[in-house]
Protein backbone atom coordinates (compact mmCIF):
# COMPACT_ATOMS: atom_id res chain seq x y z
CA UNK A 1 0.00 0.00 0.00
CA UNK A 2 1.40 3.68 -0.65
CA UNK A 3 2.21 4.99 1.88
CA UNK A 4 0.31 8.27 1.77
CA UNK A 5 1.46 9.95 4.46
CA UNK A 6 5.15 10.43 2.84
CA UNK A 7 3.59 11.41 -0.80
CA UNK A 8 1.01 14.15 -0.31
CA UNK A 9 0.52 14.91 -3.91
CA UNK A 10 -0.71 11.31 -4.64
CA UNK A 11 -2.83 12.01 -1.16
CA UNK A 12 -4.17 14.98 -2.55
CA UNK A 13 -4.62 13.06 -6.10
CA UNK A 14 -6.79 10.30 -4.42
CA UNK A 15 -8.83 13.37 -2.77
CA UNK A 16 -9.54 14.84 -5.83
CA UNK A 17 -10.55 11.16 -6.83
CA UNK A 18 -13.18 10.99 -4.31
CA UNK A 19 -14.73 14.48 -4.89
CA UNK A 20 -15.19 14.03 -8.37
CA UNK A 21 -16.78 9.98 -7.94
CA UNK A 22 -19.14 11.29 -4.34
CA UNK A 23 -19.39 15.01 -4.71
CA UNK A 24 -18.32 15.53 -1.13
CA UNK A 25 -15.43 13.75 1.36
CA UNK A 26 -14.89 13.29 5.29
CA UNK A 27 -11.72 13.96 7.01
CA UNK A 28 -11.97 11.61 9.31
CA UNK A 29 -13.25 8.97 6.32
CA UNK A 30 -10.24 9.86 4.73
CA UNK A 31 -8.07 9.75 7.92
CA UNK A 32 -8.35 6.01 8.27
CA UNK A 33 -8.24 5.01 4.71
CA UNK A 34 -4.35 6.91 4.64
CA UNK A 35 -3.30 5.86 7.67
CA UNK A 36 -2.72 9.96 8.42
CA UNK A 37 -4.08 12.31 10.77
CA UNK A 38 -7.23 14.39 10.41
CA UNK A 39 -4.40 17.51 10.68
CA UNK A 40 -2.91 16.72 7.65
CA UNK A 41 -6.16 15.88 5.95
CA UNK A 42 -7.53 19.35 6.77
CA UNK A 43 -4.29 20.91 5.61
CA UNK A 44 -4.75 19.05 1.79
CA UNK A 45 -8.10 20.49 1.83
CA UNK A 46 -7.31 23.43 2.32
CA UNK A 47 -4.96 23.64 -0.68
CA UNK A 48 -7.42 22.10 -2.52
CA UNK A 49 -9.89 24.97 -1.94
CA UNK A 50 -7.38 27.21 -2.48
CA UNK A 51 -6.86 25.94 -6.01
CA UNK A 52 -10.81 26.24 -6.04
CA UNK A 53 -11.56 22.70 -6.71
CA UNK A 54 -13.22 22.10 -3.39
CA UNK A 55 -14.97 24.18 -0.42
CA UNK A 56 -14.48 23.18 3.20
CA UNK A 57 -17.74 22.73 5.02
CA UNK A 58 -17.87 21.16 8.59
CA UNK A 59 -16.02 17.57 8.89
CA UNK A 60 -14.83 17.92 5.39
CA UNK A 61 -14.92 19.07 1.80
CA UNK A 62 -17.59 19.17 -1.09
CA UNK A 63 -17.27 19.58 -4.39
CA UNK A 64 -16.84 23.30 -6.46
CA UNK A 65 -18.78 22.77 -9.46
CA UNK A 66 -17.81 24.48 -12.58
CA UNK A 67 -19.94 27.22 -13.78
CA UNK A 68 -21.93 25.72 -16.67
CA UNK A 69 -22.20 28.31 -19.05
CA UNK A 70 -24.97 30.14 -20.59
CA UNK A 71 -28.72 29.44 -20.90
CA UNK A 72 -28.43 28.12 -24.33
CA UNK A 73 -25.50 25.93 -24.11
CA UNK A 74 -26.92 24.02 -21.49
CA UNK A 75 -30.12 23.51 -22.68
CA UNK A 76 -28.80 20.61 -24.27
CA UNK A 77 -26.62 18.80 -21.91
CA UNK A 78 -28.47 16.04 -20.11
CA UNK A 79 -31.52 16.50 -22.13
CA UNK A 80 -32.86 13.03 -21.37
CA UNK A 81 -32.49 13.33 -17.64
CA UNK A 82 -34.07 16.59 -17.37
CA UNK A 83 -37.29 15.42 -19.19
CA UNK A 84 -37.58 12.78 -16.87
CA UNK A 85 -37.23 14.69 -13.97
CA UNK A 86 -39.77 17.50 -15.38
CA UNK A 87 -42.32 14.68 -15.80
CA UNK A 88 -42.00 14.07 -12.33
CA UNK A 89 -42.17 17.43 -11.10
CA UNK A 90 -45.26 18.40 -12.98
CA UNK A 91 -47.26 15.48 -10.90
CA UNK A 92 -46.27 17.62 -8.00
CA UNK A 93 -48.55 20.64 -9.41
CA UNK A 94 -52.06 21.12 -7.98
CA UNK A 95 -55.19 22.23 -10.37
CA UNK A 96 -55.89 25.40 -10.34
CA UNK A 97 -52.83 26.63 -8.45
CA UNK A 98 -50.77 29.98 -8.51
CA UNK A 99 -47.03 28.37 -9.09
CA UNK A 100 -43.47 30.46 -10.28
CA UNK A 101 -41.51 28.15 -12.87
CA UNK A 102 -37.66 29.80 -12.31
CA UNK A 103 -35.38 30.41 -15.48
CA UNK A 104 -33.16 26.83 -16.07
CA UNK A 105 -33.26 24.51 -18.49
CA UNK A 106 -35.00 21.60 -16.28
CA UNK A 107 -37.96 24.31 -15.92
CA UNK A 108 -38.26 24.45 -19.37
CA UNK A 109 -38.46 20.94 -19.79
CA UNK A 110 -41.25 21.22 -16.53
CA UNK A 111 -42.85 23.66 -18.49
CA UNK A 112 -43.08 21.64 -21.45
CA UNK A 113 -44.50 18.49 -19.61
CA UNK A 114 -47.56 20.28 -17.86
CA UNK A 115 -50.67 18.17 -18.80
CA UNK A 116 -52.85 20.01 -21.33
CA UNK A 117 -55.77 19.66 -18.79
CA UNK A 118 -54.05 21.32 -15.83
CA UNK A 119 -55.63 24.89 -15.53
CA UNK A 120 -53.08 27.04 -13.58
CA UNK A 121 -51.43 30.73 -13.27
CA UNK A 122 -47.77 30.46 -14.01
CA UNK A 123 -45.52 33.42 -13.08
CA UNK A 124 -42.18 33.34 -15.10
CA UNK A 125 -39.46 35.19 -15.18
CA UNK A 126 -37.79 33.20 -17.96
CA UNK A 127 -39.13 34.73 -21.83
CA UNK A 128 -38.60 30.83 -23.37
CA UNK A 129 -40.78 29.52 -20.39
CA UNK A 130 -43.50 31.74 -21.17
CA UNK A 131 -43.46 31.29 -24.35
CA UNK A 132 -43.59 27.81 -24.16
CA UNK A 133 -46.73 28.28 -21.98
CA UNK A 134 -48.42 30.13 -24.67
CA UNK A 135 -49.23 27.04 -26.35
CA UNK A 136 -50.83 25.68 -22.81
CA UNK A 137 -54.93 26.37 -23.42
CA UNK A 138 -55.50 26.44 -19.86
CA UNK A 139 -52.41 27.90 -18.24
CA UNK A 140 -52.73 31.54 -17.59
CA UNK A 141 -48.81 33.26 -18.14
CA UNK A 142 -47.47 36.05 -16.08
CA UNK A 143 -43.61 37.13 -16.90
CA UNK A 144 -41.52 39.79 -15.24
CA UNK A 145 -39.94 42.26 -16.67
CA UNK A 146 -36.14 43.76 -15.80
CA UNK A 147 -33.10 42.87 -17.06
CA UNK A 148 -32.32 39.78 -19.22
CA UNK A 149 -29.60 37.83 -18.16
CA UNK A 150 -27.71 35.59 -21.10
CA UNK A 151 -26.09 34.07 -18.52
CA UNK A 152 -29.27 32.53 -16.58
CA UNK A 153 -32.04 33.10 -19.66
CA UNK A 154 -34.32 35.03 -16.73
CA UNK A 155 -34.98 38.26 -15.93
CA UNK A 156 -33.20 39.64 -12.41
CA UNK A 157 -32.57 42.70 -10.48
CA UNK A 158 -35.30 45.68 -8.53
CA UNK A 159 -38.38 45.18 -10.93
CA UNK A 160 -38.61 41.77 -11.48
CA UNK A 161 -38.20 41.30 -7.84
CA UNK A 162 -40.46 44.19 -6.86
CA UNK A 163 -43.09 42.29 -9.28
CA UNK A 164 -43.26 39.07 -7.11
CA UNK A 165 -43.94 40.87 -4.16
CA UNK A 166 -47.75 41.20 -4.48
CA UNK A 167 -47.98 37.63 -5.10
CA UNK A 168 -48.27 34.66 -3.56
CA UNK A 169 -46.93 31.28 -4.67
CA UNK A 170 -48.92 28.22 -3.82
CA UNK A 171 -45.58 26.36 -5.24
CA UNK A 172 -42.21 27.78 -6.37
CA UNK A 173 -39.79 25.62 -8.95
CA UNK A 174 -36.88 27.28 -8.38
CA UNK A 175 -33.40 26.50 -10.52
CA UNK A 176 -30.21 26.05 -9.03
CA UNK A 177 -26.39 25.29 -10.06
CA UNK A 178 -25.52 23.32 -7.23
CA UNK A 179 -26.93 21.65 -4.08
CA UNK A 180 -25.13 19.66 -1.14
CA UNK A 181 -26.89 19.00 2.81
CA UNK A 182 -24.67 21.16 4.50
CA UNK A 183 -24.34 24.11 2.18
CA UNK A 184 -27.89 23.72 0.67
CA UNK A 185 -28.94 24.86 -2.79
CA UNK A 186 -26.29 27.70 -5.01
CA UNK A 187 -25.80 29.50 -7.84
CA UNK A 188 -23.17 31.20 -9.81
CA UNK A 189 -24.69 34.83 -9.94
CA UNK A 190 -25.22 36.97 -7.31
CA UNK A 191 -28.28 39.07 -8.87
CA UNK A 192 -29.85 35.17 -10.10
CA UNK A 193 -29.65 34.46 -6.45
CA UNK A 194 -30.87 37.13 -4.83
CA UNK A 195 -34.17 36.74 -6.91
CA UNK A 196 -34.44 33.45 -6.12
CA UNK A 197 -34.48 34.12 -2.42
CA UNK A 198 -37.55 36.74 -3.23
CA UNK A 199 -39.52 34.32 -4.57
CA UNK A 200 -38.54 31.56 -1.74
CA UNK A 201 -39.72 34.31 0.27
CA UNK A 202 -43.19 34.73 -1.53
CA UNK A 203 -44.25 31.03 -2.02
CA UNK A 204 -45.96 28.28 0.35
CA UNK A 205 -43.77 25.29 -1.33
CA UNK A 206 -40.70 25.44 -2.67
CA UNK A 207 -39.47 22.59 -5.41
CA UNK A 208 -35.94 22.10 -6.52
CA UNK A 209 -35.79 19.30 -9.56
CA UNK A 210 -31.74 18.94 -10.64
CA UNK A 211 -30.01 16.40 -12.31
CA UNK A 212 -27.59 14.43 -9.62
CA UNK A 213 -24.15 16.00 -11.49
CA UNK A 214 -25.34 18.82 -9.42
CA UNK A 215 -25.64 16.89 -6.28
CA UNK A 216 -23.92 17.05 -3.97
CA UNK A 217 -21.72 20.65 -4.98
CA UNK A 218 -21.60 24.27 -4.40
CA UNK A 219 -21.44 27.02 -6.85
CA UNK A 220 -20.54 30.43 -5.13
CA UNK A 221 -23.89 31.87 -3.65
CA UNK A 222 -26.34 30.80 -1.26
CA UNK A 223 -29.84 30.13 -2.49
CA UNK A 224 -31.04 29.03 0.15
CA UNK A 225 -30.32 26.34 2.91
CA UNK A 226 -31.46 22.79 2.50
CA UNK A 227 -34.08 22.63 5.40
CA UNK A 228 -35.82 26.19 3.45
CA UNK A 229 -36.24 23.29 0.60
CA UNK A 230 -39.67 21.45 0.84
CA UNK A 231 -39.65 18.89 -2.14
CA UNK A 232 -36.33 18.12 -4.19
CA UNK A 233 -36.49 15.82 -7.41
CA UNK A 234 -33.74 13.89 -8.36
CA UNK A 235 -32.77 11.15 -10.81
CA UNK A 236 -33.53 7.21 -9.27
CA UNK A 237 -29.62 6.64 -8.84
CA UNK A 238 -28.76 9.30 -6.51
CA UNK A 239 -26.43 7.92 -3.47
CA UNK A 240 -28.42 6.50 -0.48
CA UNK A 241 -26.60 8.36 1.49
CA UNK A 242 -26.87 11.61 0.14
CA UNK A 243 -30.74 10.88 -0.25
CA UNK A 244 -30.07 10.16 4.30
CA UNK A 245 -28.04 13.49 4.46
CA UNK A 246 -30.86 15.66 2.58
CA UNK A 247 -33.82 14.12 4.37
CA UNK A 248 -31.97 14.49 7.65
CA UNK A 249 -32.67 18.09 6.88
CA UNK A 250 -36.68 17.73 6.34
CA UNK A 251 -36.08 17.78 2.87
CA UNK A 252 -38.79 15.19 1.00
CA UNK A 253 -36.62 13.57 -2.11
CA UNK A 254 -39.04 12.40 -5.07
CA UNK A 255 -37.10 9.71 -7.10
CA UNK A 256 -37.93 10.50 -11.40
Known amino acids: ?145 GQLQRTSGGTVGATAASQIQGIIFDQAFIGGCAMDPGMGLTGFDFADCEFKKAVIGQSSQTIVALTTDKIPGVARFVVAKSRDIDVLVVEANMDNDVIAAFTAQDVRIVSA
Open 1 to 145: MLDYAAFPEQRQALIRQILQENGRVVCAELAIQMQVSEHTIRRDLHELSKEGFCKKVYGGAVLQLADAGNFVSREQKNHAKKVTIAQKAATLIKPGSCIFIDTGTTNLALAKALPAELAITVVTNSPAIAAELLRHPLCEVIITG
